[in-house]
């Protein structure tokens, strides 16, 4: 028997639908106990001599109690599993609106692979214990006692014999709990790492087939799958064992009952006819206890694939939100870093050592600085997937900290140098900057994003399927995408985090006059790897372990013969030799 109060938790708003599931197992039950009773009736008044005639009115009876059973054993078969639909679409939500909340700091530290087993194949695994083994639970634990009252009235002693064995068969399992569970955590553990690396196989193919490493790729898969088939052996024994028990528990409860009740009546004790319905009834008594055992495997594969559930709810927010609410007003466009701190989390590498700077309303400014120096973590402070851990970032004078994630989003959009493209249409993704969009407002963002006159040469236009990431598109082309969604967002700060450095020079002459319109009358950070992109900025900061070591525009920079200086010098140099 293996019930967990926090599973058990997860069913709060359809414990009534699964007590109905399980009332109508007990109607189920007590339909089967009468039909086994009818059939002992019977097969008594065949050994009294009784005619055939007088048998009809009972054979009728009792074939309609079967015909009712099977009726309330569908009904409650489908009432459980609904019910177990409806537990599995709110936790998947709950879990859903978890990782959300947790955001990137926290799904970045988890392998995708593992993530997705909880989300989907865990879950499944849930339904089985909620559809089917819950309830049956539940029933076997009652029916029992049902059985032994009605026996009870027949023969006591032979009653209490059946209830003690059933007893001994629904708890002894028990003794195997902990090794059960053991056992089912390191199969759970066993799948998890599997479906990671080959899922890691798939996205990494290419990589893998450049590389020639597919051959030690498959090795690794092999050491995994290997890994999973001996912890389901050893599942499966240990549920063999389980089941042992309880069968074990069962038989020899049930030759006891017989055994004392065959005695009692060679003693003049009980009629024969009662010996018989016993007898029949003793099947019954024991039924759902067998049912039980056919489903204990799910049991434990659930309690198992719930660990990985309660990983997730249990996990800590990287950002923890303070305030809540739905703030409207807009923040002006202004950004301040005052002694800002930071490493990441379980990292003792110091990203930014007491950086400052400052961005006013309107005003381009670039980051530039080797690569390592903390350009692309200004972008998850600002965006708030992780707090400094000293200093203070402001926008519009504001401490993020004082700001609802969702205002300071509505307030921000970037386009990321590895643009993510969602499985679906162009206008699904272009949609995302603003759902609400009319098809006018999505076709104009398009061509100031210079993607419409590509959109229009394909055969379904704004529906065409990009495929998964956007893979059935070029690199410039989903970096267009990315910046009508950018347009169509219309936010008043722009974060332009490396957009130019994968793509070719053909297609940055192209995207730079999108980005330009996308910068106008905005407060627009870039940064860059490429400095082409960064000349026609207001100010560019220049950053070296961590923090600002040179401020000005372009041509100041160039003329203190710095850090800056040199960069250019060596993109130039590079520039050339191509």
């Known amino acids: 028997m293996q019930f967990e ?9 359809v414990r009534g639908r699964i007590a109905i599931s399980v009332l109508i197992g007990m109607i189920a039950a007590a339909l089967g106990v009468i039909r086994l009773a009818l059939l002992g009736w019977l097969i008594g008044l ?101 059985i032994f009252a009605f026996v009870a009235f027949l023969d006591f002693p032979v009653a209490l014999i059946l209830l003690v064995a059933a007893f001994v068969s629904l708890v002894a399992p028990s003794a195997w709990h902990k090794f059960d569970t053991n056992r089912s955590l390191e199969r759970q553990q066993a799948y ?59 038989a020899v409860g049930a030759a006891a009952g017989l055994g004392y009740g065959a005695y009692r009546t060679m003693a003049g004790e009980m009629e024969l006819t009662t010996l018989l319905i016993i007898l029949m009834m003793g099947v019954e008594i024991f039924r759902p206890l067998r049912d039980l055992r056919t489903v204990l495997h799910q049991g434990m594969v659930g309690l198992s694939a719930a660990q990985g559930v309660y990983k997730i709810l249990d996990a800590q927010p990287v950002v923890l939100e303070e305030h809540s609410g739905n703030s409207t007003t807009r923040l002006e466009p202004s950004i301040d870093f005052d002694s800002v701190s930071f490493s990441y989390p379980e990292h003792s590498h110091i990203v930014h050592n007491c950086l400052n700077f400052n961005i006013s309303k309107g005003e381009r400014v670039g980051i530039v ?27 519009g004078g504001k401490d993020l900290r004082n700001i609802t994630l969702d205002q300071l989003r509505r307030e921000i959009s970037v386009v990321h140098q590895d643009t993510f493209l969602f499985h679906g249409t162009i206008e699904e993704n272009i949609r995302m900057g603003n759902p609400e969009a009319s098809e006018t407002e999505i076709t104009d963002a398009a061509k100031n994003a210079n993607i419409h006159e590509f959109v229009t040469t394909l055969p379904d236009r704004y529906k065409t399927i990009i495929g998964e990431k956007g893979i059935k598109l070029s690199g410039g082309q989903r970096q267009r995408i990315a910046i009508a969604r950018a ?12 957009a130019l450095s994968a793509v070719d020079a053909e297609n940055e002459y192209v995207i730079q006059q999108a980005l330009d319109r996308l910068m106008k009358n905005r407060t627009t950070l870039v940064l860059a790897h490429r400095l082409s992109s960064i000349i026609k900025c207001d100010r560019i900061l220049v950053m070296d372990q961590g923090r600002v070591v040179e401020s000005g525009h372009h041509e100041a920079l160039m003329k203190k013969d710095g850090i800056y200086s040199a960069l250019m010098n060596e993109q130039v140099r590079e520039a050339e030799l191509k």
């Open 192 to 250: 998890a790492a599997f479906a990671s690396d080959f899922l890691d196989g798939i996205q990494g193919l290419a990589t893998l087939k450049s590389f020639g490493q597919s051959g030690s790729r498959t090795e690794l898969l092999k050491k995994r799958s290997f890994e999973l088939f001996r912890s389901t052996m050893w599942v499966l024994a240990t549920n063999s064992l389980s089941r042992g028990i309880t069968d074990t528990s069962i």
């Open 369 to 395: 600085g080797s690569s390592g120096c903390g350009k692309s973590s200004i972008v998850k402070l600002l965006l708030r997937f992780h707090d400094p851990g000293q200093g203070s970032i402001s926008i």
């Open 46 to 146: 065949i050994f009294l001599g009784q005619s055939a005639d007088e048998l009809v009115m009972p054979i009728i009876f009792a074939a309609l109690v079967m015909l009712m059973r099977g009726i309330f054993e569908h009904w409650r078969t489908m009432t459980a599993h609904e019910t177990s639909a409806i537990v599995q679409k709110q936790l998947r939500r709950r879990l859903f609106d978890k990782i959300v909340s947790l955001g990137p700091g926290y799904t970045g530290r988890q392998r995708s692979g593992e993530l997705v087993l909880t989300l989907v194949d865990g879950i499944e695994q849930l339904e089985t214990y909620f559809g089917e083994y819950l309830p049956q639970l539940f029933i076997s634990a009652l029916t029992p006692l049902m």
């Open 5 to 13: 109060t926090r599973l058990w938790s997860f069913t709060q708003g």
């Open 487 to 498: 347009l169509l967002r219309d936010t008043p700060i722009l974060i332009l985090d490396e």
